[in-house]
């Protein structure tokens, strides 16, 4: 059969009505339990699945998701577009609603619980964490970024991605490895953990300095070390954009990337690739937690997770080399 299985085809197949699969099929009463086998195991042999854009239509609910995110993030950004994915393959539409330095995470989310979304998706939060379990005891609620107790989850193993980073850079030779660390940002405490357990391990110090979210910070940080003179044998940014601040002032100022110092991301943004960029980095799979927070949402909102607790679903960020790094010189 190549067309989609029908109602009509479970019920000739099993030998019974159109209304009394429809009934099995909507675990509605009135079929006895032998029909009810029956009837599933002719539409497991068909193939058969219920449609749930229908099923959500016959029921009046919107059909939407709704997904805040920081405007200016570019991983935030691959994000989206994960979700647009996932959520159309699903059969829902996705309504976003940005937050900026004038428009705060509370308006965000309230803008989309007034406009009728069913459940919400919030990339990198940072509200409270009390609030954020109160926002999910009234409305179905998927965090991507963070983990939050009480609250399902969907994040990248930062920890592990930073631990892979520095191995990375101490298999080249670097022991004066600097890290530029994200503050408040959501996975920063994770990931500024991870570079000082893999330097305790390979018993070279720890060197922490104050980073950021975008290329302005790092090239500040970059400056700092110019001005000291103590410039590190690498530096592991916090994220790309950081990254990318720092080698630009290096460029500027005569210092080779990565003849002289080698320099590595964190996200794998679009940037990173380019050809005059070649930023080494530690990708996380935006595509796939996108996916996983997606079909989390939908789990719950059909009905589909039996109940089951809040959920800390972590993916598990892999090395991306370019031409930002390099063995240490002797």
Do not use: W
């Not at 609030?131 to 592990?160: E, H, I, K, Q, Y």
């Not at 300095?209 to 916090?238: I, K, Q, Y």
Request: hydrophobic residues 40%; glycine residues 10%; proline residues 5%.
């Amino acid at each position: 059969m190549n067309r989609r299985p029908t109602l009509e085809d479970v019920a000739a197949r099993a030998g019974v009505s159109r209304a009394l699969v429809s009934i099995v099929m909507r675990d509605a009463p009135g079929a006895s339990g032998h029909t009810r086998e029956r009837v599933r195991r002719a539409a497991d042999d068909l193939g058969y699945r219920p449609d749930p854009r229908a099923r959500r239509l016959r029921q009046h609910r919107s059909n939407l998701i709704g997904l805040t995110f920081a405007a200016g993030q570019d991983f935030h950004a691959d994000l989206v577009d994960g979700v647009y994915v996932s959520a159309d393959r699903l059969g829902y539409d996705v309504v976003l609603s940005a937050v900026t330095p004038h428009r705060d995470e509370l308006r965000a989310t309230r803008t989309l619980v007034d406009d009728r979304c069913e459940g919400l998706i919030l990339i990198g939060p940072q509200m409270r964490a009390g609030r954020l379990s109160d926002l999910a005891s009234r409305v179905p609620l998927v965090v991507m970024a963070r983990r939050v107790r009480g609250v399902d989850a969907v994040r990248s193993d930062d920890v592990a991605g930073a631990i892979v980073g520095m191995e990375y850079l101490l298999e080249l030779g670097h022991r004066r490895i600097l890290y530029l660390d994200g503050g408040g940002a959501p996975g920063a405490a994770e990931r500024l953990r991870g570079y000082r357990r893999a330097a305790r391990d390979a018993e070279v110090r720890d060197v922490v300095r104050p980073g950021g979210l975008t290329e302005r910070e790092g090239a500040a940080a970059a400056a700092a070390m110019l001005e000291t003179g103590d410039l590190p044998d690498a530096v592991f940014a916090f994220n790309d954009r950081c990254a990318l601040g720092v080698m630009d002032v290096f460029i500027r100022a005569g210092v080779s990337v990565p003849q002289q110092i080698s320099v590595l991301g964190f996200d794998d943004s679009p940037l990173a690739g380019l050809a005059h960029i070649q930023l080494s980095t530690i990708r996380q799979d935006a595509p796939g937690l996108a996916d996983a927070a997606v079909c989390r949402l939908v789990s719950r909102l059909d009905g589909d997770d039996a109940g089951g607790g809040p959920a800390d679903i972590v993916r598990r960020p892999t090395l991306v080399v370019r031409g930002s790094t390099a063995a240490r010189k002797a």
